[in-house]
């Protein structure tokens, strides 16, 4: 269940072979290490969501709501590749620790989702777009140099 990034794929291989990773650890188990090699970023979040809100039939009386929940992922930058390998509920008074360690494998990534650069720009002009509306301003278009 262990994965080497290949150097081929990821960039340089780290120093001496080995990558940061993140060891977590609930409840004194470890329940995953992750790491994304020498070139990207790793996280880990613990949050919690409270608050009111409407009933999912839309009707108007809310309910209490509340979230807690751990995640740990990462982006391998030069593939721009989100990875993940956790997202699991918690409950009040789990112990959630962390611990920094240097690894020459780490967990496989249970989800990968490449971005799609021609997909992401589609979705930057169509934000672009949006806000300038909302915020009632006129997008000019530069115009093609020698036209």
């Known amino acids: ?4 990034y290949p150097e081929a794929e990821f960039g340089p291989a780290p120093i001496e072979g080995h990558m940061r990773a993140f060891q977590v650890y609930l409840n004194g188990k470890v329940i995953c290490t ?7 970023v790793l996280t880990t979040n613990v949050t919690s969501v409270t608050g ?27 593939r721009r590749e989100h990875v993940g390998w956790l997202q699991r509920s918690l409950r009040l008074g789990d112990d959630v ?14 989800s990968r989702k490449r971005t799609d ?3 992401e720009l589609r979705a930057q002009k169509k934000y672009v777009r949006q806000m300038a509306k ?4 006129r997008i000019v278009p530069l115009r093609k140099q020698g036209a």
């Open 34 to 40: 992750a790491g994304v090699g020498d070139d990207g």
């Open 97 to 110: 620790r962390i611990t920094v360690v240097e690894r020459e494998s780490v967990d496989r990534p249970r």
């Open 52 to 78: 009111i809100r409407n009933t999912p039939s839309g009707r108007s009386e809310s309910v209490q709501s509340e979230d807690l929940f751990i995640q740990v992922g990462g982006l391998i930058s030069p």
């Open 134 to 137: 909302r915020l009632g301003w």
């Open 1 to 4: 269940m262990h994965y080497r």
């Open 117 to 119: 650069p021609t997909q």
